[in-house]
T-cell receptor, first 114, second 115 residues
């Protein structure tokens, strides 16, 4: 157990729908990062939150949004889902605002859009 | 341009053989960090090692060793006496001082160890 908790582990939904993925960081970590792993794009950075504020943005689609709550858990919202959004979505956390010291990944949420 | 290149897509070795996974990176930063992660069939990403750009000392941890060479921008990973449990996808990643918030991952090398 890495200490980073992601729910749900699996999600199957239809095109056009909206889903929410949840992440609880490791105790004491203030940063949460979201990554998408797909067959064609590999592992891509989506977004980072640090202590409730957006810190960095990567290749995140406008249909996707995220937030970090006062208790530091984070949610990634995916809307108007398309078949190509099917992927493994990872959350990771770190103590500080930089990932340079490495971060700990959760076990991922596998999203299947049908 | 790809910042991290893992040219080996798939490798198969017989148990007890040694295997080296290659990683070549590209950055203009003088301060950067390199990582290796393991993704077993269960899917999670497991941290293996972190190395900063100022430390070119090779590292050994049990059957694992890493060779960092700034002159060739490479950070290769060797598994000695491979075991079936080493079968996984291995990712090399780069974090730059200036953009330290995100990792740039390579495309991964899928290692299969045949018993």
């Amino acid at each position: 157990d890495s200490g980073v908790t992601q729910t749900p582990k699996h999600l199957i939904t239809a095109t056009g729908q909206r889903v929410t993925l949840r992440c609880s960081p490791r105790s004491g970590d203030l940063s949460v990062y979201w990554y998408q792993q797909s067959l064609d794009q590999g592992l891509q950075f989506l977004i980072q939150y640090y202590n409730g504020e957006e810190r960095a943005k990567g290749n995140i689609l406008e249909r996707f949004s995220a937030q970090q709550f006062p208790d530091l858990h984070s949610e990634l919202n995916l809307s108007s889902l398309e078949l190509g959004d099917s992927a493994l979505y990872f959350c990771a956390s770190s103590v500080g605002h930089s990932g340079s010291y490495g971060y700990t990944f959760g076990s991922g949420t596998r999203l299947t859009v049908v | 341009a790809q910042k991290v290149t893992q040219a080996q897509t798939e490798i198969s070795v017989v148990e007890k053989e040694d295997v080296t996974l290659d990683c070549v990176y590209e950055t203009r930063d003088t301060t950067y960090y390199l990582f290796w992660y393991k993704q077993p069939p269960s899917g999670e990403l497991v941290f293996l090692i972190r190395r900063n750009s100022f430390d070119e000392q090779n590292e050994i941890s049990g059957r694992y060793s890493w060779n960092f060479q700034k002159s060739t921008s490479s950070f290769n990973f060797t598994i000695t006496a491979s075991q079936v449990v080493d079968s996984a996808v291995y990712f090399c990643a780069l974090s730059e001082q200036d953009t330290g918030n995100q990792f740039y991952f390579g495309t991964g090398t899928s290692l299969t160890v045949i018993p």
